[in-house]
């Protein structure tokens, strides 16, 4: 059980580490001040049904009540030590799983933790204005609930950096919360992170792409042979999962009540869809190929020695690494990558230890492939023939062997003016950000009710019913 009657929540006795527990307690107002300043705007005397921790086990950890978001008891929640746990990649494969910092990997783990912990504040400055305009009380709890976690996961990395890299460690977890996303001269680390997630359209495809390359760079770091980062990464999984359905579910709520509405009203044409107050499937598909595209650039370059170090190192492993069967060393295997040659796209096989932000990104897109597939069973048991496509995976790339290459969402190989002919057709336009927010202008805040634009859930939170009034206002 997690102990409440702390000031920071944890199971990782914390109280008997007094310089750490304090300089966490140092950190604590700071963090603070980031959540006034930056977390969801006029929401901090609202009253929000919110899930909190309990325990780490798999068994009922949730406990679901009224909290002031303020008042969320943010806390360390490791899962527990095994005993035997080993380094289980790599070139110290086989060797116990190590419980402090191999000084020789610091700065490689410190890295890789910092870029980890950047991205969860982040994800709460993008959305912050969103709970102005909410389409339920419904969804502006999840989003609420979405905000805090996140804010949980940067208590989960700082305390790593707190405990285990002294004082780099607590500078670089106070440069966490001074970075802040978009802002041009501190921005956040990785590029979509610095995206706008202006509308809710944007914030569920955000949370069903983006919150997804967490699921999978959590696994790749609950791998880990510094075993503190893969329990931490292990309880964070639990939590990303609730992110996910959010996104995945308010996707196709999205799409079901435009399809009901196309169908109601015999409408086929964006125009005319639009009319109807809904949004039409030509914009669901443009958001997907941007949210799509800037989410696997997250994975990094497709031939990364970077990669290849925080595999060989035991720091960082691949997806459901322990399942796999072959040596867990790579040392003489290939993967495919792609690259353009000419105007063709090709394939090269290259070492696979260099390849695994490549692999990594394959494994991702193969769950998002089966996502996008229940999408559109949503739309054809409407009886509507339009359907949602992954665009070509060097789709509009900044990252890797299609950054600066002109890819239609094909896999067409097109020279930069005839890419940006076509730019409006595949990547949501001013006016297509226009149209979805003016569909999204006020907040509809009545229990039970849910704006024009998608449809109410199957069920509601924890089986309370749609009309529970999932947040109260004061
Ligand atoms: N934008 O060798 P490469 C989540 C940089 S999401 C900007 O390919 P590497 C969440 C790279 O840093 C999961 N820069 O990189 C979701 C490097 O810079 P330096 C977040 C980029 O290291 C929703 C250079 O390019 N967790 O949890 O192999 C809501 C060379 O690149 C980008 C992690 O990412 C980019 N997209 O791979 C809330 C796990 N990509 O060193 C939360 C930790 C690359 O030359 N991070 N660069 O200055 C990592 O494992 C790795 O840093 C990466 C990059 C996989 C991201």
Redesign the pocket.
Known sequence: MIDYTEKIPNNVDLGRDRVLQRALEHWQPAYMSWWYDAGPTESHNYEVYLRTAITVEPDGWAKFGYVRMPEYRWGIFLQPRSAERAVNFGTHKGDPAWQEVPGEYRSTLRR?IV??GD??PA?VEQQRMLGMCCPSLYDLRNIFQVNVE?GR?LWAMVYLLHRYFGRDGREEAEALLERRSGDVDNPR????FNEPTPDWLAFYMFTFF??R??KF??SA?AESGFDPLARTCRFMLTEEAHHMFVGETGVSRILQRTCEVMREHKVETPGDVRALGVIDLQTMQKYLNFHYSVTI?????DA????AT?YTTGL?GRYDETKIEDDHVLADEVYPVFEVVGNKIVERKVPALTAL?ERLRDDYIHEIQAGVDRWNRVIENAGISFRLRLPHKGFHRA??NFAGQFISPDGEVLTKEAWHNHERDWLPAPEDHAFVQSLMTGRVVEPGKFANWIAPPIRGINGQPLNFEYVRFN
């Open positions: 890789v870029t980890q991205t969860e994800s996140e996961h680390i990785l590029g979509a983006t919150d390359d967490g760079q959590l770091l650039d997250l994975f990094g370059s990364s020695s970077n990669a925080y960082k932000n990252i890797g």
